[in-house]
Structure formats: structure tokens, C-alpha cells
């Protein structure tokens, strides 16, 4: 996940707290009753092994032995290869202009990809893409960044997921990639590289989905609450990710892409006015420390994320119409998603180290926010303001030093 702007909702969603987030054993499992599609062991196995000293933190040429890993996982579930015409699962990743003296390419890394050709004659020609980024820092000084959370969470899920749709006795209607990108960490240039040269006209593209941190709770959410970013472009998006978050006991705090910015994969996709989902469980503790290490992963909440976001994909690669982009409108669920936030700070103040003057401030932005979402509606300044209003209030607090 890349660094760019920081704002309240970004500060107060986003933030790593230097104190432990709500210990996971502390709130009741909720489980659907369902049998569960995912298997958590395959999610287990997945981010041990890619968090693992053997890939030296997914960096660099260390990338070689993560890109086997999807490919082999790829071929072994017999999807295709998504580039040159399905004859190959790598694409490389080409830097502007040539090297020096032998004027050859400059390759500065390669995505992964897989796809799923639609069994409908009309929908196989409309493309759904899942993502994940696979690169993280490496080895820095020495020392080890496993990067469990960023994003071999991410990665385990893309790899499952393929696993399930790659399984399904009847196939799913529209077309779906299964990408894993390289080289965000150091640009989002492996996802950007990608849209601008992607294996299909970009008209095709319905749908960009993309998971990047999704095994931990964030500081000031509980473990059943998860961030998206992007459905304010394709509201009804919504249906479908309600509906199965209930499924998974599981509730979806919606922000807009522009409180966080263009800081993971979906930015280009963003840029092009293609509907995009951004999954995410914020920032914590651990975020790119050598700390964000597999036994800190919450397994449990990662298999019930990976499982609503299979089935919501299942949905929307099924239904017969998707959603077109469009202008965003005023959102009462970002200031549903702001008093979530507010209420756990409210509930645990000692863990945030909020004095009675931060606290004070809190309590009367949740009455501003109460007071917007008694009324139902705000306009784009209102929102402004109060974006601004808590970078000030943050300022002041001072609580959170930005890593
Ligand atoms: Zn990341």
C-alpha cells in the first residue's frame, strides 16, 4: 500500500495505533452457518509461505520465486494464461526507454494473470478482474519485512478464490482475471503498467476488484468490519456486498477513494472511470514493519472476507447487467462508517490515549456527524468541511504519529 494523503476520515480509518487494535479473541465468533466455501487452512498455508524467510520478502529479484508461486497455482487449477493470447501467465513489465549501451529493454518486473473465459456467448465478452498485489519490501538492512498482512492476505485470497471459480461445475457467465500485480509497493507501476496495456479492449472491462491488507482489524474497527472504496461510483454495487457481508456477519465500512487517494491498485482503473472496488482493513501497528508478521494474521476474519468476496463476485459475474460508472452524490454511509470509527474511540478511550480535551473533540464530531445523517443529506462543501474539520481536529490531537 502506497503513502500519498492524509486526511481526518483517512487519519482516524487508516491510522496505525501504536496500541494493540481490539484483541481478536475478544468478540464472539460470527459465523454464517453455511459451509464455509473457503478452506482458512489454504488461506494459512498461502500467507505462511509467501511471509516466509524463502521469499525474503517479495522484493525485487526475490519476486521470482512469489511470480512461480501464483503461475504453478495458476496451471495447477488448468486456468489459462491471460497474455499473449493465453500462451503466457507472465506479463513483463517494461521501463520507458532502454539500457544503456546494450539498448535492450529495461524489464522492471513481471504480473501474474490467469483467466477464466465466460460461459455465456453474450457476457463471456465482459471482464470482471480480481487483484492483489504480491511484492512487498524485501530485506531492508538485514532485516526481514514478511509482509503477512500486505499483502499476502491479499494474495492468499486471489489464489483461493481462483481456486473456487476455476472449480465450479457451471461456469461463471463473464469473463474473469485472476491478476496479481507486481511492483506497487514502489508506484502502483506494475497495476499501471497492466491498464495501459492490458490482454483485452479496455471496453470490456465492468468490473475492477482489488484486495490489499484484508487479514487484521484496524485501529478503531472490531474484527467484523471491513473498509471499501469505490462503490460511491457504482452504488449499486451495494446490493451485493450487503447482502454478503450479512452472510459473513460481516459489515462493510464504506469510504470514498478520494478520502484515501490513489494509494493502492485500483488508482488507474480509478483514473479511467472504470467501477472499481478497493477491500481493505486499514492501517495498523504492524504496516510495513518487519512486525507485520503470519501470527498476527486474523485467520478467521481473512477466510469470512475471502468468502464474501467470492460470493459477491459469483454474483456479479452472473447477473445480467452491472452497474455503469457514475458521478458520486452525497454518501450517509462514509458518515456511518466516520461514527463507527468514533464510537469504538468513544468506547475505549484509554486505548487511544484520548485526553478529556480529545475526547471532547470527538464526542462533537459525532454530533455533527449524527446531526448529517439525522438530516439525510450533505452537500459536497458540508463534506469538505468536515473532511478539513478533522484534519484539524487530528492536528490538534496530535495522538497518532504518521509512520
Ligand atoms: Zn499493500
Known amino acids: 500500500m502506497l503513502f500519498r494523503t492524509a486526511n481526518f476520515l483517512l487519519i482516524l480509518l487508516f491510522q496505525p495505533v501504536l496500541l494493540p487494535t481490539l484483541s481478536a479473541q475478544s468478540e464472539p465468533l460470527l459465523r454464517n452457518s453455511v459451509a464455509s466455501v473457503v478452506k482458512k487452512a489454504a488461506l494459512q498455508e498461502h500467507v505462511q509461505t509467501l511471509a516466509s524467510e524463502a521469499y525474503l520478502g517479495r522484493s525485487g529479484k526475490a519476486c521470482e520465486k512469489t511470480r512461480a508461486y501464483l503461475e504453478r497455482h495458476f496451471k495447477d487449477l488448468g486456468l489459462e494464461p491471460a497474455f499473449q493470447e493465453g500462451t503466457s501467465y507472465s506479463q513483463r513489465i517494461f521501463a520507458p526507454g532502454t539500457l544503456a549501451g546494450t539498448g535492450a529493454p529495461r524489464v522492471l518486473g ?21 487483484s492483489a498485489h504480491f511484492d512487498h519490501l524485501g530485506v531492508v538492512e538485514g532485516v526481514l519485512y514478511p509482509g503477512a498482512d500486505d499483502n499476502a492476505s491479499g494474495v492468499s ?4 478464490a481462483a481456486r473456487y471459480f476455476a472449480k465450479l461445475p457451471e461456469k461463471s457467465r463473464r469473463t474473469i482475471y485472476f491478476v496479481g500485480f507486481d511492483l506497487e509497493e514502489v508506484g502502483l507501476i506494475g497495476s499501471t503498467y497492466f491498464a495501459e496495456n492490458l490482454p483485452f479492449e479496455e471496453s470490456k472491462l465492468k468490473l475492477f476488484i482489488t484486495a490489499d491488507m484484508i487479514g487484521r482489524n484496524a485501529a478503531g474497527l472490531s474484527r467484523n468490519s471491513l473498509f471499501v472504496c469505490g462503490s460511491e461510483y457504482a452504488r449499486p454495487l451495494r446490493t451485493t456486498l450487503r447482502d454478503s457481508a450479512e452472510a459473513q ?21 480509478w483514473q479511467r472511470e472504470i467501477p472499481f472496488l478497493f477491500f481493505c482493513n486499514g492501517l495498523h501497528p504492524d504496516y510495513h514493519a518487519p512486525t507485520d508478521t503470519v501470527d498476527r494474521i486474523d485467520f478467521e476474519k481473512l477466510t469470512r472476507v475471502t468468502e464474501l468476496i467470492i460470493s459477491a463476485l459469483q454474483t456479479w459475474s452472473d447477473e445480467d447487467t ?15 462508517t466516520g461514527r463507527r470509527v468514533l464510537a469504538n474511540l468513544l468506547a475505549a478511550p484509554h486505548q ?13 464530531i459525532d454530533l455533527m456527524f449524527a446531526s448529517i445523517e439525522e ?6 462543501q458540508e463534506r469538505q468541511s468536515l473532511i478539513q474539520l478533522g484534519t484539524m481536529a487530528l492536528k490538534m490531537l496530535q495522538t497518532f504519529p504518521l509512520r
Open 322 to 336: 452491472l452497474p455503469d460508472w457514475h458521478a458520486p452524490e452525497s454518501d450517509l454511509e462514509e458518515i456511518r
Open 352 to 364: 487511544f490515549q484520548l485526553s478529556s480535551t480529545q475526547m471532547m473533540m470527538v464526542k462533537q
Open 157 to 160: 485470497m486471489l489464489l483461493e
Open 110 to 130: 513481471r504480473n501474474v494473470a490467469a483467466k477464466l473465459i465466460g460461459s455465456d456467448p453474450k457476457l463471456k465478452d465482459e471482464v470482471i478482474i480480481l
Open 249 to 269: 456477519s460481516l459489515t462493510i465500512s464504506y469510504a470514498g477513494a478520494d478520502l484515501i487517494g490513489p494509494r493502492s491498485d485500483f488508482a488507474p482503473f
Open 375 to 380: 438530516k439525510g443529506t450533505f452537500s459536497p
